[in-house]
């Protein structure tokens, strides 16, 4: 088992910044590729970014160049660091994992044992 816990979502004008926090436990974290997701209002959810235990990482074309994914595996702790941030990057962001998955697996849609339960970031124009 894993829990996932976000923080650091909330309202930001085009343009700025914001910080995703993903708190994980109850399995060896350094173990595990990780992800984000997210699901913009009437949209399905969509794969973010990844980062497999060797810190290998894997970004979507929307957001390439702006969000960066890392991870503390002393604080079983993932991150997503989001610059120049657009009103189309409002949604739902999850972080999720499982223990078979790859950053290819994620990128393909593969379903995802374990999920957060999701943050809100809005990005106002």
């Known amino acids: 088992q894993v829990q996932l816990v976000e923080s650091g979502g909330g309202l930001v004008q085009a343009g700025g910044s914001l910080r995703l926090s993903c708190a994980a436990s109850?399995?060896?974290?350094?173990?595990?590729?990780m992800g984000w997701f997210r699901q913009a209002p009437g949209k399905e959810r969509v794969f973010v970014a990844a980062?497999?235990?060797?810190?290998?990482?894997y970004s979507a074309d929307s957001v390439k160049g702006r969000f960066t994914i890392s991870r503390d595996n002393a604080k079983s702790m993932l991150y997503l660091h989001m610059d120049s941030l657009k009103p189309e990057d409002t949604a739902v962001y999850y972080c999720?994992?499982?223990?078979?998955?790859?950053?290819?697996?994620?990128?393909?849609?593969?379903?995802?044992?374990?999920w957060g339960k999701g943050i809100l970031v809005t990005v106002s124009s």
């Open positions: 980062i497999n235990r060797s810190g290998g990482t």
């Open positions: 999720a994992t499982d223990p078979r998955a790859t950053i290819w697996t994620m990128t393909q849609g593969y379903d995802m044992d374990y």
């Open positions: 109850g399995r060896t974290f350094s173990s595990l590729t």
